[in-house]
C-alpha cells in the first residue's frame, strides 16, 4: 500500500480487510486496539508508528527522497524536529487518539450489532419452523451459504453463539447501548450463562468497572457473583438494584461488599499473625484493590486516633468513589466475635464526627476473618450499622468445593431472610 492519499481522506481499508488511519503523507496506523470480527473479516491492527521520513532514511544511511509537495523553504529546512512545540504536538496527538478510539468503538458496536441482529433473524425462523427438518437443519444451511459468500466466519458454531446471543439479551435497545461499551468476546463469555440475575450482574459490574475479557473470565472463575451479598436476596429486590444499577450507575453495599474474599494472592504460609497478613496486603495492593472492587482506592494504613486519652489504630482505610465514604477494614486472624463489632463501630463513629468531609455519606466498616457465623450477624443486626463481615481464604478450596459452599449459603441466607418477612 502506498503511503500517500489525499489530504481529505482520514482512514480507509487495504485488500486484506485492515483499517488504516491516515493524515497527509504520513502513515498511522491504529496501534492500540485490535478487533477481530469473523463475520466481517475487519481488524484493526497494531504497527509501529512511522517516525519522520527524513530521519528515518538518514538512519537507514540513505538520501531523503524528494517527492511532490514535499518542497519546503530554506527556513524550515533549518527547523529540526526537537523545534516543534512540545504543546502542539501533544494536542495533534491528542486529537489523533481521540479519533481512533472513536472509530475503533464504532467499529466495536456495529460488529456487535450485527451479530445481534443476525441471530434475532436466524431465531425468528427458527422458532417459525419449529421441528421440522428445515427447522433443525436452518443454522447449518445458511453457515454454508454465507461462508461461500463471505469466507471464514460464518460457520455453524458462530451462528448459534449469535442465535444465543439474541436469546440471552433480548432487548436490542440495550444492546445498542452495551456494544459500545463490551466487546463481542465479553458476550461471549457471557451469553451462557444461564441464570439471567447472575447475566445481568457481570454484564452490569463488567460496564461500569471496564473489566477486560480477561478479568471478566477470572471474576466468574472466582464467583464473584454467589460470594456478593446481592445473589442472597430474594429476586425481586436483586433485579431492582440491578436495574437501578443499569439505568442510573448507583451502586449499593450489597454490590460491593462480598461474603468471601479470595486472598490467595498474598502467599501466606500456615503460620502468620495479622501483622503479617496487613504487610501483604500492602505488598500486593494492585490485586487486593481488584478483588476489593476497582472503585476502591486506598487511604491509610494503621491510622491513629485518640479516645479518651487513648490511642486506637485502625488497619486500613479505603474510599469507595461510587459510595462516597470511607471503608474501614478490620483485620482478625480468628472467627468473627461479639466483641470485633464494638471496636470496629468505634472506629466508624469517630471517623464520622471528625473526619467526614462535606458531601461524604457515613464511613462503613468491613470485618474480615478467617470465619464467619451467619446467626450471630444475623442477630446482631450489622447491617443496619453500616458493618459488613467476610470470610477471608488465603488458601483456595477446589472450585467444585468452593462453589457448593457458596450455594449452600445462599440458600440458607434465602430461606432466613424469607422466614424474617413472614415474621414482619
Known amino acids: 500500500m502506498e503511503d500517500e492519499k489525499d489530504s481529505s481522506e482520514f482512514f ?32 484493526i491492527t497494531r504497527k509501529m508508528e512511522i517516525a519522520d ?98 469466507g471464514r466466519g460464518f460457520s455453524e458454531k458462530s451462528l448459534r453463539h449469535m442465535v444465543r446471543f439474541a436469546e440471552a439479551y433480548d432487548d436490542e435497545t440495550i444492546v445498542s447501548t452495551l456494544s459500545r461499551q463490551l466487546s463481542w468476546s465479553h458476550f461471549l463469555n457471557l451469553i451462557y450463562i444461564d441464570d439471567p440475575l447472575k447475566r445481568d450482574f457481570y454484564t452490569e459490574m463488567c460496564r461500569l468497572e471496564r473489566w477486560s475479557v480477561r478479568t471478566l473470565r477470572a471474576k466468574l472463575d472466582g464467583l464473584l457473583y454467589e460470594r456478593t451479598a446481592l445473589s442472597k436476596k430474594p429476586e425481586e429486590l436483586a433485579k431492582s438494584e440491578l436495574a ?78 461510587r459510595l462516597r465514604c470511607l471503608i474501614v477494614i478490620d483485620l482478625k486472624l480468628g472467627a468473627f466475635h461479639p466483641a470485633d463489632m464494638g471496636q470496629i463501630e468505634l472506629y466508624l463513629r469517630w471517623l464520622d464526627k471528625y473526619d467526614r468531609q462535606p458531601g461524604e455519606e457515613s464511613p462503613l466498616g468491613l ?39 457458596l450455594k449452600t449459603a445462599v440458600a440458607i441466607a434465602r ?3 424469607a422466614a424474617r418477612g413472614k415474621g414482619e
Open 367 to 405: 470485618i474480615l476473618c478467617s470465619g464467619r457465623s451467619t446467626e450471630r450477624i444475623e442477630l446482631l443486626r450489622l447491617e443496619d450499622r453500616g458493618i459488613r463481615v467476610a470470610e477471608y481464604l488465603t488458601e483456595l478450596p477446589p472450585r467444585e468445593v468452593l462453589e457448593q459452599k
Open 53 to 150: 521520513r527524513d530521519d528515518l532514511m538518514r538512519n537507514a544511511g540513505k538520501k531523503p527522497v524528494k517527492r511532490t509537495g514535499d518542497v519546503l523553504s530554506r527556513e524550515a529546512q533549518d527547523i529540526g524536529p526537537s523545534s516543534v512545540p512540545v504543546v502542539l504536538l501533544g494536542d495533534l496527538r491528542s486529537l489523533i487518539e481521540s479519533a481512533r478510539i472513536r472509530v475503533a468503538v464504532g467499529v466495536n458496536a456495529e460488529l456487535v450489532m450485527l451479530h445481534w441482529h443476525i441471530g434475532h433473524r436466524l431465531r425468528e425462523d427458527i422458532q417459525n419452523f419449529g421441528k421440522s427438518v428445515y427447522g433443525e437443519k436452518i443454522v447449518g444451511l445458511v453457515a454454508l451459504d454465507l461462508t461461500n459468500a463471505y
Open 244 to 321: 437501578a444499577l443499569r439505568k442510573e450507575d448507583r451502586m449499593t453495599p450489597d454490590l460491593v461488599f462480598r461474603d468471601h474474599y479470595l486472598l490467595d494472592f498474598l502467599g501466606l504460609t500456615d503460620m502468620y499473625n495479622e501483622r503479617d497478613l496487613e504487610d501483604s496486603i500492602i505488598r500486593e495492593m494492585e490485586r487486593f484493590i481488584t478483588e476489593l472492587g476497582t472503585d476502591f482506592s486506598f487511604v491509610a494504613r494503621q491510622k491513629r486516633i485518640t479516645v479518651d486519652h487513648e490511642d486506637f489504630y485502625i488497619d486500613l482505610i479505603f474510599y469507595h468513589r
Open 415 to 417: 430461606e432466613r431472610l
Open 12 to 43: 480507509d481499508f487495504d485488500g486484506d480487510g485492515k483499517l488504516f488511519f491516515f493524515i497527509p503523507r504520513r502513515f498511522l496506523p491504529v496501534d492500540r486496539f485490535h478487533f477481530h470480527s469473523p463475520a466481517a473479516s475487519l481488524f
